[in-house]
């Protein structure tokens, strides 16, 4: 059994501690910021790196250096692109949400862009990411961040609180309850 709450209920509101309803202001600016200045410092940096490298082993081992990680990059791309491939497949046979194969996927697809950009130190990112150690921690991170994200946008209510219940009745049917706090205990106040 639901009940619907019009927006003039007393007691009915946005949920959480400062909710106000108001839409929090953008913050695209520092974005582009950030996105600029790596921009301008990210082949800067590559090419400081590739003359630093090339200067203290020489030019041809450098070269087999920088041959030698995208192999193995586009080695480990093929096995945990595979690997993600055949989870999300696994995921959906089960018939469950893929909320982490899709966040180690996601992963995997990063790393092949950053494979993609020439240079030294994303390649070396790129391998990092791919690590099987690393993988799954950023694959956490990555979730719960767009699930914080989706929440907050979506506006989720996790806590609803209703002034007065009615008394129960043999024509209201079962109990109601007058607060239903959904949010994790450590959430709670």
Known sequence: MSAVF????????????GATGRRTPRRGRPRLMLFVALAVLLPVLEIAALVATGRA?????????????????????K????SS???????GREGRVPTQEVANAAVVLGAGALFLLPGFLTDVLAVILLLPVVRPAVARFLQRSVEQ????????????RVDSVPPRTQETGPLELGHLDLRPRAERD
């Open 6 to 17: 019009p927006p003039s209920s007393p007691g009915v509101g946005p949920a959480g501690p």
């Open 57 to 77: 082993i020489g030019v041809l081992p450098t070269i087999l250096v920088l041959l030698a990680v995208s192999v193995l990059g586009l080695w480990l791309i």
């Open 79 to 82: 096995r945990e692109g595979l």
């Open 85 to 91: 491939w055949r989870s999300l497949r696994q995921a």
């Open 149 to 160: 994200r989706v929440a907050a946008r979506v506006g989720i209510v996790r806590s609803v």
